[in-house]
């Protein structure tokens, strides 16, 4: 039986992301564990997962914490599983973990993979902190057996910055939407009225949705001020999930008078019959790997509209979307205004979308996992090389990437958000 421990910093990552792969490891006869933090705020990871760890991180990386206390239990833990795979995820467990594993991968006694869902060396980062981010990159490439990236750009960056050796640097569409269930006809009945009547949406209004924590780097502000510049009375904009802007934002609606028009629905559970009624999705971030939300919208047949940055352009190119440039928010409202003034070519856009998000369906992600899996295993895959299965999609590509001088004085203590956990 193989043994495989699955790393996230938060087990909201889990729940989100990685609970298919537990269930489809599992099924295959596999020991699937989880090793993350805050595993009460999600319960069913003990549901999901044969065995659940808990460690506690420090959001520093460099923090006596992460590079002491918790690596000894990371040892411990991985030695007392006898795992034959450490598969990490989120930058800081990412590093804390192949850091306490190194020793262990050197000695042969556990593979270890890693899955970059966007690097933060990239333009529009301090340089400071790009640098920052580059260099533990690097220096954690050393400990790191296969390194998986899920945006083209990324695998620029990393065929650039040789953080591992090119034959194993994956490439894999994202990680997996179960379109199946993100589907217009999985929605509940009368569900999509039953939630505008429950926030004061009019049946008839164009509604524009965000759906994304209240962090600065998805710059909600952007799409409040090209809401405003809209100006039309039966626009409304629902901005769903919750984060320490919140307050900030309510005080720009409430001063622009905005209040009948904006609202605030806080944390959904399930946000597809919210995305399914929605005129437009807009995400107007300034930094994201492939983000989950734009997928989702895709999936559901909802017209998406986002920043022209790595990850969004990936998914939104060539008809499937509307790219705006980042901050730009005249733009962000003239499209808002051309999705209401032309419903049937964006819902042509919308199809378009459909139809990519098809090559990033959970079934195919499974398929790439074996076989990473199996190589990394040193068995023979069962699977078709993984070359030839990316090949099978095509993928815009562009150089989002700085350049950074690996010279620059960085501090041990960059203050960094939830973006890098």
Not at 42 to 47: D, I, R, V
Not at 197 to 223: C, G, Y
Not at 229 to 246: E, F, K, M, S
Request: glycine share 6%.
């Amino acid at each position: 039986m193989q043994r495989i421990l699955m790393v996230s910093t938060i087990s909201r990552f889990l729940r989100d992301f990685l609970f298919p792969f537990a269930e489809h490891y599992r099924a295959l006869g596999w020991q699937v564990d989880a090793l993350t933090s805050h595993v009460a705020e999600f319960p069913e990871c003990n549901a999901v997962y044969d065995r659940v760890w808990e460690v506690s991180w420090s959001r520093s990386p460099f923090s006596p914490h992460n590079l002491w206390e918790t690596p000894a239990t990371i040892q411990r833990i991985v030695e007392e599983g006898a795992y034959d795979l450490v598969h990490v995820h989120t930058p800081v467990a990412a590093f804390v973990t192949r850091y306490a594993l190194r020793h262990l991968r050197a000695a042969q006694r556990v593979k270890v993979i890693y899955t970059a869902h966007g690097f933060h060396f990239i333009p529009g980062n301090p340089s400071a902190r790009s640098a920052m981010f580059l260099a533990l990159e690097k220096l954690a490439g050393l400990w790191t057996d296969h390194l998986v990236v899920i945006n083209t750009a990324d695998k620029t960056a990393a065929r650039r910055h040789r953080l591992v050796p090119f034959d194993r640097l994956w490439h894999f569409p994202g990680i997996g939407i179960d379109v199946d269930y993100y589907h217009p006809a999985a929605i509940p009945s009368g569900a999509a009225a039953d939630l505008r009547v429950q926030h004061d949406i009019p049946a008839d209004a164009a509604l524009f949705t965000v759906v994304a924590e209240m962090i600065p780097r998805k710059r909600h502000m952007d799409v409040l001020e090209a809401f405003r510049q809209v100006r039309q009375p039966h626009a409304h904009l629902a901005l769903a999930g919750d984060g320490p802007l919140r307050e900030q934002l309510v005080a720009y609606v409430r001063k622009h008078h905005l209040s009948s028009r904006v609202h605030f629905l806080g944390f959904q559970n399930d946000i597809r019959a919210l995305m399914h009624t929605s005129t437009a999705l807009i995400l107007a971030s300034r930094q994201e790997g492939l983000p989950r939300c734009i997928m989702e919208g895709m999936a559901l047949g909802v017209p998406v509209i986002g920043t022209d940055i790595r990850g969004t352009y990936e998914l939104l190119a060539d008809g499937a979307g509307l790219l705006v440039p980042l901050g730009d928010t005249r733009t962000l409202a003239n499209s808002m205004r051309w999705v209401m003034a032309h419903p049937e070519q964006a819902r042509e856009c919308a199809a378009n979308g459909r139809q990519r998000i098809t090559e990033y369906r959970l079934e195919r992600l499974f398929a790439l996992h074996d076989h990473l899996y199996a190589t990394a295993l040193e068995s023979k895959p069962a699977k078709a090389p993984v070359r030839t299965l990316i090949s099978e999609m095509p993928l815009p590509e562009r150089d989002f990437l700085p350049d950074i001088t690996m010279g620059s004085k960085v501090g041990a203590n960059i203050a960094l958000d939830d973006s890098v956990l």
